[in-house]
T-cell receptor
């Protein structure tokens, strides 16, 4: 089945700095989803992107889907300590496979 | 939002015994359920996908005779780890997806931490 590569694996930032995680696929994706998993918790759905070149915003979070629908990114502006967790991209098809995840830590 | 309940949240069992984990959708009908295994600080590895009333589709490398999945109703799926061994110790988590407007995101259970001694 389709797979997605996600980078970076870890990101440590100072509070107030920006953060970006990227997902890439060798094949065209029908859609891509993003989830956040807090330490000790379970993944929680953030958003789904479907259209080529789509950009969606949720407060300080900006999600993009590439024109070729082979890559996606999640950008957080001015990180806060509450943003700590692991961010996963996932294929939202019949078999939901997850990227490796990017673990974000934020230093106050 | 929709709620998925997974039980038990943790279990310790002896090597060679079997353990059953339940995943229930409490307020929606889950047409599809997914079972994952997650090692510490790693990603969720899809084990199998199950649709109500049909056999589960297992990922390559996952032993279907060892990890028995049953999706008998639209609100319940179970994962049974048979003849568990210490290497089966892990965090197992289920997710469920419904139909209609709920056919987008997957709702996750709280996960089950299995320790085999």
């Amino acid at each position: 089945g389709q797979q997605v590569m996600q980078i970076p694996q870890y990101q440590h930032v100072q509070e107030g700095e920006d953060f970006t995680t990227y997902c890439n696929s060798s094949t065209t994706l029908s859609n891509i989803q993003w989830y956040k998993q807090r330490p000790g918790g379970h993944p929680v759905f953030l958003i789904q992107l479907v259209k080529s070149g789509e950009v969606k915003k949720q407060k300080r979070l900006t999600f993009q889907f590439g024109e070729a629908k082979k890559n996606s990114s999640l950008h957080i502006t001015a990180t806060q300590t509450t943003d700590v967790g692991t961010y996963f991209c996932a294929l939202g098809g019949d078999d939901m496979r997850f990227g490796a995840g990017t673990r974000l830590t934020v230093k106050p | 939002g929709a709620v998925v309940s997974q039980h038990p949240s943790w279990v310790i069992c002896k090597s060679g015994t079997s353990v059953k984990i339940e995943c229930r959708s409490l307020d929606f009908q889950a047409t599809t359920m997914f079972w994952y295994r997650q090692f510490p600080k790693q990603s969720l590895m899809l084990m199998a996908t199950s649709n109500e009333g049909s056999k589960a589709t297992y990922e390559q490398g996952v032993e279907k005779d060892k990890f028995l999945i049953n999706h008998a109703s639209l609100t319940l799926s179970t994962l049974t780890v048979t003849s568990a061994h210490p290497e089966d110790s892990s965090f197992y988590i289920c997710s469920a997806r419904g139909g209609g407007q709920l056919n987008t995101e997957a709702f996750f259970g709280q996960g089950t931490r299995l320790t085999v001694v």
